[in-house]
């Protein structure tokens, strides 16, 4: 017998069934401790867990765990889950994909203003920002902006006029500067500021009009990830 055959041989039912047991024992206690550690989330707390084994690629597994939404409904592999950073990941992947395929130069010597263009103002801050610095988290900006500047950019449109001005805000700019690649911060807003750069250098050179379609088109789509998307 080949390799491949051997390869293509199912798994063993016993040892699908110790995976369950692992798998279930694992997820019951991290439930258990979700639930206690967000009581007044209780009952709208969930797992779902998917395996995938290399070896043999047609066995695919999913474990699901808990309720969700109003009706209780059961956790299934088709229930929508906040995914929360994993779009800082998706947004850093695709200024490097720009970069690799030469939309862009590399992000250390690119820098945001010009692709930003008009939205932000000639300053010391913005003349030193390179995409670099906002996809190492190294840009200076806080935590957070004023509103929800991800909605935006999420749903295809131009910055909030609160993001621009915030953006712009010469005092906020000076404290920026000053930590400008001397720490990290973590920061929400220098991520979207990351994703706005990213869409605008994909619509320049016709590769998508939006953040989701640059995604899929980069991203989700060529990995299969059909039920994954930004809103």
Known sequence: MSNNSRARKAIPTEKLSTVKEIVDSNCNKLLGEMKDKHAALADDIGISVSLFYPAHPRVKS???????????????????FAMGSVTKVFTASLAAWLSANG????????LVAPILGPSVSESDYWNSLTLKDLATQTSGMPKNSPGKPSVNLFRGHEPSPL????????NDQNSWLADLNTKWIY????????????????INAGLAS?????????????????????F
Do not use: C, H, K, R
């Open 62 to 80: 999913f474990y699901s765990y808990g309720y969700a939404g109003p009706n209780q409904q059961a956790i299934t592999p088709a229930t929508i």
């Open 163 to 170: 993001f621009v001005d915030w953006w712009n805000n010469t």
């Open 103 to 110: 939309t862009i130069d590399n992000l250390e010597n690119t």
């Open 187 to 202: 920061s929400n807003a220098g991520f979207v500021t990351l994703g706005f750069a990213v869409v605008n250098a994909a």
């Open 210 to 230: 939006n953040y989701a379609q640059l995604l899929g088109n980069v991203i989700t789509a060529p990995l299969g990830m059909n039920d994954s998307f930004v």
